[in-house]
């Protein structure tokens, strides 16, 4: 049975995969560093809701690369490569609370600006499951800056 997918244009989506998937992991590690390290008045609220967004990333980013395979593409699985494709930094463990919480939501923001262009670029070329598949990390992306932004 052949392929059902243009190999190219499922090359092309993949590839925009890629960073999506690294800055979802640096996302996960930097939301767990604050839901560690956070202090102050905030501590409980920001605790709490960081916990909440770690693990609804877990099986999120474990679906993003599943999807990168069911492209035909090797997921991205080395520190090194996520370094190289996304551009989130690392949270610093002794920020401000309300610092953390910008930094956090500028993570958000960044994975979400990625997800944008690619929803359509998948649409295009009638790869529906990954729009479908962005378009529920975007929701989850936007949500999070309201989340985040609400408590400052
Ligand atoms: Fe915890």
Same mark, same amino acid.
Do not use: C
């Given at each position: 049975?052949?392929? &059902? ?13 890629? !960073? ?5 992991? &640096?996302?996960? $590690? %930097?939301? @767990? ?10 501590? &409980?609220? $920001?605790? %709490? ?21 069911? =492209?035909?593409?090797?997921? !991205?699985?080395?520190?090194? &490569? ?14 401000? /609370? ?18 944008? !262009?690619?929803?359509?670029?998948? /649409?295009? $070329?009638?790869?529906? $499951?990954?729009?479908?598949? =962005?378009?529920?990390? =975007? ?5 999070? @800056? ?7």
């Amino acid at each position: 049975m052949p392929n &059902q997918f243009n190999q190219t244009e499922h090359t092309q989506i993949a590839e925009g995969l890629k !960073p999506v998937l690294a800055e979802s992991v &640096q996302l996960y $590690v %930097a939301t @767990q560093n604050v839901h560690w390290n956070v202090t102050g008045p905030l501590f &409980q609220a $920001v605790h %709490a809701l960081t916990e909440e967004q770690y693990l609804e990333m877990a099986p999120a980013i474990d679906e993003i690369a599943e999807r990168i395979r069911t =492209l035909g593409q090797k997921a !991205p699985g080395t520190m090194a &490569q996520y370094m190289a494709l996304g551009a989130i930094a690392d949270a610093d463990e002794n920020a401000a /609370a309300e610092d953390m919480i910008r930094a956090l939501n500028e993570g958000h923001n960044a994975i979400a600006n990625r997800i944008r !262009p690619l929803i359509a670029a998948a /649409a295009d $070329v009638a790869d529906d $499951v990954t729009a479908g598949l =962005l378009t529920d990390r =975007l929701a989850v992306h936007e949500k999070a @800056q309201w989340m985040l932004g609400a408590m400052l």
